[in-house]
């Protein structure tokens, strides 16, 4: 099974096609600063609503702040990932996820260093995101939405043939896209505040 550290290159020209269709793999994406200047990510899509990235945990640094802002984190690499939120201990596997306020102190332990997550941001006066494991066995239809979100987390999934690294993202796209293999994927939905009630 893939994982996070195993993942297959892929050439320009493959990831141009991929990006074509809404699918992001993480070497796609150049890496920029943390906001606080003490880490650094990969952000695969920044809109007025939502915000999602790719970042790797080094040592015990403190998280940026974003004020206004609610985050859900998902562990994509195989090392656990405890973090303090707040003052509460959190531990994490791969897989797992927590959701936090974007004003909330955040530190990873030192153990934690070089742990990978895919970091989800939603503007909470305009949008919600809710979060689901899924498991893939086969094959995986993603219907053509405007607010589906999937990140690959472990496995061997392909999308028309070309085998997709660990951390990739599927954003919103109008057209149907089918994933086959085995693995482990998250599905975010984002969705306007207003839509909820």
């Known amino acids: 099974m893939q994982t996070s550290s195993t ?14 269709r809404g699918i992001v793999a993480p070497e796609a994406v150049e890496s920029q600063p943390w906001r606080n200047g003490l880490g650094t990510t990969r952000v695969i899509h920044e809109s007025l609503a939502w ?9 015990t640094l403190s998280f940026s702040l974003f004020p206004g802002m609610d985050r859900i984190l998902v562990l994509v690499s195989d090392a656990p990932l405890t973090l303090t939120i707040d003052g509460e201990l ?10 936090f306020e974007g004003e909330a102190t955040v530190l990873p332990s030192p153990a934690s260093s070089g742990a990978t997550v895919l970091n989800l941001m939603t503007a909470r006066s305009i949008a919600e995101s809710t979060a689901s494991p899924l498991i893939v066995d086969g094959e995986l239809v993603v219907p053509p939405s405007t607010t589906a ?3 690959i987390l472990a496995g061997e999934l392909r999308w028309n043939d070309i085998l997709l690294p660990v951390g ?20 975010f939905c984002v969705q306007p505040v207003s839509e909820r009630e």
Do not use: F, H
Not at 7 to 20: D, G, I, N, V
Not at 90 to 99: D, N, S, Y
């Open 7 to 20: 993942k297959p290159p892929l050439t320009k020209w493959t990831m141009e096609q991929l990006t074509r």
């Open 51 to 59: 915000r999602l990235s790719l970042a790797e945990i080094r040592g």
């Open 168 to 187: 990739t993202v599927l954003l919103p796209c109008p057209d149907e896209r089918i994933l086959v293999g085995e693995g482990e994927v998250i599905e």
């Open 90 to 99: 959190r531990r994490l596997t791969r897989g797992r996820l927590v959701r």
């Open 149 to 151: 979100i999937l990140g």
